[in-house]
């Protein structure tokens, strides 16, 4: 993971893409609220700003949002229960971007290295 050092949100914090390194296709931001993100094809040498995301900072889980959109979140939709906290997530989890929900795990995320076994 790295960031980005020239490309910064609003608030000053560095800009990075989330990029699937075995199909090397980046989250696309959605163009408004309650759209699913998209895959695209990643190439570093021409970033987009839809592939822009920045993350608030913090210890743990934080949120995760578009960086030239800062208002709206990374948040996962696991099924009818949306708004309950004991929303069970899997593979296949539908994927969108919402204006932050306070205190609600949906929208916290914990970006760690991929490291080979």
């Not at 021409?46 to 995760?64: A, C, D, M, P, Q």
Request: charged share 25%; proline share 6%.
């Amino acid at each position: 993971m790295s960031y980005g050092d020239k490309v910064k949100d609003e608030d000053g914090l560095p800009a990075f893409a989330l990029v699937n390194r075995v199909t090397a296709e980046a989250l696309k931001n959605p163009a408004g609220e309650n759209e699913e993100v998209t895959l695209v094809p990643y190439n570093p040498n021409h970033l987009e700003n839809s592939v822009k995301w920045t993350e608030v900072r913090s210890t743990g889980f934080r949120y995760i949002r578009i960086a030239d959109t800062p208002s709206l979140n990374l948040t996962a939709i696991g099924s009818e229960y949306f708004y309950d906290d004991d929303t069970n997530f899997s593979d296949g989890s539908k994927i969108i971007v919402k204006k932050i929900i306070v205190n609600k795990r949906l929208q916290l995320w914990k970006i760690v290295p991929n490291v080979p076994c």
